[in-house]
């Protein structure tokens, strides 16, 4: 397989289990979702194969003597020509599509947006569209039989995709006595206005009763005594406590994938189930068990942990380990300096001077990385370059810290990037507007894992079942990073299906659209093939097993069990992960390898978009995958056979399936009866693969066309001033016919003008928007039309802002005037009314009401609060706000005042500081001494992470046990000037916690007898920075450490209880005989202790009368 340059970026892979394969692993090498020394198992496997119950499907339901009786009114009231799949279990239609029938104003019809009281078509929304689609389906009631039905619109799967050319997908979920029936539905998809595919999934009549025999807390502890976890199995989070649902279910005789045999609308019984989720001390897998709400049984046991085998400028991978570090920057990361910032999708962020700093920390993901903490500061140009490095794992460029790895700069960068790409389809989309966090080189080979929340990648080494396979570090691995973000983006986009094999190929759909390349995780195992690959050291190429290959070699449910094919039949069926829970396709086989199918008709696909389209083709294929992704479950049914039986029938003529969804998705005129632009290359693409239905449609867009795009929108102007868009015409297929165009949508009181018009295609035209007559300010979407003999018409869009004058000033909010104890230890939340013609917020801090003294500013803040850091405690500060827009800065609002609280250990205003002991460890530290009451001592001064301003004590976390210790000079303590407060800087590199505890830690201790006796400070003594956790090993087994990473914080700690003595420290490193973050560890500096004398400081002498 010929594999394109790896210019894309690659994100988020695999479950490829090289170690651990679990839920939704990329290649089974070994079992996994758990730690392999400390696996928490059931006791056995718990799959109830009748919840599997899928559509029985008659494909030709329209011609059905038999059902006419159901059909003539539809087909009476609206005409057209449709094609009708029948559920015989249901006795519904599963699928109906066609002509279309006019719902919305859209180019497949007449409507006006008008008649719905709107001004253009835009600004239709979900809840419009649904209570249309709801009156529609009134209309049917001799087709879909919901008369009686509970239907609620399911808000988290219901969404628009498209653009430009939107698609609705609605669906309504069916409940019964207010309990969800879990994946039953009446859906209604609309595209171009038009209804084009409508009707039911497993929907049935619910007869059981909706009453459990046991409240949920009981019945979960007689199922956690069946499941038979390890006797000292112990809950760690219970994710979710208990929720009752209906399950569709197969009625009793009936075998999953075979043909239904019973009389129609007899198909579906139901289960009144609760679903726990949950998952256990020292095992990383999520667990997901159904309870039968009426026996108390255990009906089912799933594990949902996602397993895998597998400007700001930094230098990170392309698509592998293998390539060239390139250096590019890095968008959407992070920045401090002087407030928050973050950078743009061209990695540029405003720099105001002084400091910046970044630690990979941003917008949309954190990098946390088990070598130690990133951090690069510069405060010369502001530019944050992170490097680039040889090797692997933990090495570093020499700056930016010990988790400026290989693996953290390239996961940023790639992960982010995908983010960005997939908030275009799914702006909405809470999650991608969410942080997750990445955790990079993990200490352990071979894998990577999505776990519901988090996203894990793993260092390099051999694998832990076979020694003799050596792994890539996961995290330097784009298409790793692209898979695994790709399982999160299922989960999180409601369309993920109930087995496992669909969800493998969506891992590897979102990876190859990314990276460009079949060959899924290039150099997981360097110099070794994938099974029966042609040149892919990953671990799936999907192009081999392609429309390229010979026909025995195509990805196909015939072809699965061929030795010089996918070979799927090397792996028990159906399959079992552990032994112990289901990790299949829809044919029963193993799931990684079974998705081959999927994934391989999906790259097939592309290919034909590219060979058709050109290089728009991947855009084609974006705008395919994305909107259909929520719609779509499982890539493709069995519908007769059973499992694990070659010979079984399968299709994709399920509502659900990918083959059905993706045709309303690619539609662009609202009728699927004349076929969609690329019907006939996804027919062959699916075809060739064994997973499409019926037979080919035609290809409505195989002819010559032009295409319209906006370059340099959006924009705002100040009225008077014009607005000027840059309007491009593309030729498709040679198309040379004229272009007229027009606009509408602009402001009242403004004229639009083109020139030239008409336009060549293939050239470019300039829209003009006059703004003198404007009469208000706002935003405004411009719809572009372009028309020509022999094309059905195009259009883009534009937005314009214009402003008629600087904004009014804003009315601040919070911290109230006057407010008073605001504490000054976290930054202080500022906020204001919002100003609605304002682009941009102005913020000013300062320590007198007439603003001489500004002592923070946010020049450019599009948010309406903002949060200020570094205020001193015990001081009195104003602040105010004004608006910006493009006319300029508005007025200053009122301005606010408050007072912030008395910091922990700081002297009131009546009082005055007096250092007893300080030391920045900079100068002579022969005061101090260094021990070790086990193994090595290692604390010394250094030179690689201070915090001011060049030096500080680092005492480093070593593999082996040891207990280092460091005790500082004598310190005489007074009586009577209190508070007496101990404050220090640390930087923590220490292994990470993790469930069983903190394994290597630090701690404090203090002594009033010159050492010959030492106590821990605890509790309450910590002002600030409270201890991680307890220890689990080591030298401080029991006691309170601080572990993990983190850049330097202040730790305040009170002494007034030993007043009147002489102390020393001693700052204390526990380490257990495993891991450590070496060469980093606990650096300490900056040590101050401090008494607070009664009197303010004499302000004659303090201003230099006296010398």
């Keep these: 397989m010929l594999h394109p340059a790896r210019t894309a970026a690659l994100t988020g892979l695999l479950t490829l289990l090289l170690g651990l394969p679990t839920a939704q692993a990329i290649h089974p090498i070994a079992e996994g979702g758990h730690k392999a020394a400390t696996a928490r198992l059931p006791a056995r496997p718990f799959v109830d194969a009748s919840l599997q119950a899928q559509p029985a499907l008659s494909l030709d339901a329209q011609h059905d003597l038999m059902l006419q009786s159901r059909t003539a009114a539809f087909q009476q009231r609206y005409g057209g020509s449709w094609e009708i799949r029948w559920d015989d279990r249901s006795d519904r239609p599963n699928l109906v599509q066609g002509s279309g029938i006019a719902l919305i104003p859209g180019r497949g019809n007449a409507l006006k947006p008008q008649q719905f009281g709107l001004a253009a078509e835009s600004d239709m929304t979900l809840g419009l569209v649904a209570a249309k689609a709801r009156e529609f389906v009134a209309t049917v009631p001799d087709l879909l039989r919901t008369e009686g039905l509970e239907l609620q619109l399911d808000g988290e799967r219901s969404v628009q995709a498209g653009g430009d050319r939107p698609v609705w997908f609605l669906e309504f979920g069916q409940f019964h006595n207010g309990v969800r029936v879990d994946g039953a539905f009446v859906y209604v998809r609309v595209a171009q206005g ?535 015409t593309v030729s498709d297929l040679g198309f040379v016919n004229p272009v007229t165009l027009s606009a509408t949508g602009n402001p009242a009181g403004t004229s639009v003008t083109f020139l030239p018009n008409p336009v060549v295609p293939g050239t470019s035209a300039t829209m003009s928007v006059s703004t003198a007559g404007a009469a208000a300010s706002g935003t405004s979407t411009l719809t572009i039309a372009g028309t020509a003999s022999g094309s059905p018409g195009h259009d883009a869009t534009a937005q314009l802002t214009i402003s008629v004058g600087a904004p009014a000033g804003p009315t601040l909010l919070a911290p109230a005037n006057g407010a008073t104890g605001v504490n000054s230890l976290n930054p202080v939340s500022l906020s204001w009314s919002p100003i609605s013609d304002s682009t941009a917020y102005t913020i000013e801090v300062a320590t007198d009401a007439g603003f001489a003294n500004i002592v923070a500013t946010q020049p450019s803040q599009s948010a309406t609060s903002w949060n200020v850091s570094g205020l001193q405690s015990l001081t009195t500060y104003y602040w105010r706000v004004r608006a910006n827009n493009i006319c300029g800065a508005g007025a200053n609002s009122a301005v606010f005042s408050f007072r912030t609280a008395q910091a922990p250990g700081a002297c009131d205003e009546n009082q005055t500081a007096n250092a007893l002991f300080t030391d920045n460890i900079e100068g002579d530290v022969s005061g101090w001494t260094a021990t070790a009451g086990t193994g090595s001592q290692t604390w010394a001064v250094s030179t690689a992470r201070p915090s001011s301003p060049t030096k500080a004590w680092l005492a480093t976390d070593v593999t082996t046990a040891s207990d280092q210790r460091l005790v500082s000079p004598a310190v005489t303590l007074p009586v009577g000037e209190s508070p007496l407060s101990l404050s220090f800087q640390s930087d923590l590199n220490l292994e990470p916690r993790t469930s069983g505890g903190c394994y290597d830690g630090g701690l404090l201790e203090i002594s009033s007898d010159n050492g010959s006796t030492w106590t821990q400070i605890t509790g309450a003594a910590l002002l600030t920075d409270p201890y991680t956790g307890a220890a689990n090993g080591g030298a401080a087994n029991g006691l309170q450490v601080w572990c993990g990473t983190r850049p330097y914080k202040s730790s305040v700690v009170d002494l007034n209880s030993y007043a009147g003595q002489t102390v020393r420290f001693r700052f204390r490193v526990s380490t257990d005989s495993s891991q450590g973050l070496t060469p980093h560890g606990w650096y300490v500096d900056d040590v101050k202790v401090q008494s607070c004398r009664s009197g303010p400081a004499d302000r004659i002498f303090a201003s230099g009368f006296q010398p």
């Design 194 to 728: 038009n209804i084009v595919q409508f009707g039911a999934e497993r929907v049935a009549p619910v007869t059981v009763s909706t009453k459990p025999a046991l409240p949920r807390d009981k019945a979960f502890a007689l199922a956690w005594a069946e499941l038979g976890f390890p006797a000292d199995t112990r809950i760690h989070e219970m994710i979710e406590p208990g929720q009752l649902r209906l399950y569709p279910a197969l009625p009793a005789g009936d075998e999953v994938g075979e043909r239904f045999l019973g009389a129609r609308g007899t198909g579906y019984r139901h289960v009144l189930a609760w679903r726990y989720v949950f998952d256990v001390v020292d095992d990383d897998a999520t667990w997901e068990v159904l309870v039968d709400a009426q026996t108390n049984r255990v009906r089912e046991l799933r594990n949902l942990t996602v397993n895998v085998n597998a400007s700001v400028s930094g230098g990170i991978y392309p698509t592998t380990n293998s390539d060239t570090e390139v250096v590019v920057n890095l968008p959407f990361a992070a920045v401090t300096n002087g407030t928050a910032k973050v950078t743009d999708t061209l990695g540029i962020y405003d720099y105001s001077g002084g400091t910046a700093t970044v630690t990979l920390d941003g917008k949309y993901f954190r990098m946390s990385d088990n070598c130690g903490a990133a951090s690069l500061s510069n405060s010369t140009d502001g530019n944050l370059a992170l490097g680039t490095s040889g090797g692997t794992d933990c090495t570093t460029p020499g700056v930016g810290g010990a988790g400026n790895t290989h693996a953290s700069r390239s996961g940023f960068y790639h992960l982010t990037r995908i983010n960005e790409k997939a908030r275009t389809f799914f702006p909405s989309n809470t999650w991608l507007q969410g942080k997750v966090t990445a955790n990079m080189n993990v200490n352990n080979t071979c894998n990577a894992a999505w776990n519901g929340s988090t996203l894990n990648f793993y260092k390099s080494g051999p694998s832990a079942s076979n020694p003799a396979l050596v792994c890539s570090n996961t995290g330097e691995i784009a298409a790793v990073f692209l898979h695994e973000w790709g399982h999160g983006m299922d989960t999180n986009s409601g369309g993920s299906a109930s087995e496992n094999g669909s969800g493998e190929a969506v891992g590897d759909t979102f990876a190859f659209l990314e990276t460009r390349d079949s060959c899924i995780g290039q150099n997981f195992i360097p110099g070794t093939n994938c099974a029966n690959c042609d040149a892919c050291t990953g671990v799936r190429d999907v192009g081999d097993f392609g429309v390229s290959a010979p026909p025995a070699k195509i990805a196909t449910p015939a072809n699965l069990a061929n030795d010089a094919g996918i070979n799927c039949d090397r792996y028990t069926c159906p399959y079992l992960a552990n032994g112990i829970t289901p990790y299949q396709g829809p044919m029963g086989y193993e799931g990684h390898c079974e998705s081959y199918i999927a994934s391989g008709a999906n790259w097939d696909l592309t290919q034909a978009l590219i060979q058709r389209h050109g290089a728009s083709g991947w855009a084609k294929m974006d705008r395919i995958w994305y909107a259909s992704l929520t719609p779509s479950k499982s890539a493709y049914q069995v519908a007769s056979g059973g499992k694990c039986n070659v010979a079984a029938t399968v299709n994709g003529c399920a509502a659900t399936n990918w083959y059905t969804v993706f045709l309303p998705a690619d539609d662009d005129d609202g009728n699927l009866a004349n076929g969609t632009p690329n019907a006939c290359r996804i027919w062959d693409a699916f075809n060739a693969h064994g997973i499409a239905c019926g037979t080919r449609p035609v290809c409505s867009g195989d002819a010559p066309d032009f295409r319209l795009s906006v370059a340099n929108s959006p924009q705002a102007v100040c009225a008077p001033a014009p607005a000027t868009f840059n309007i491009t």
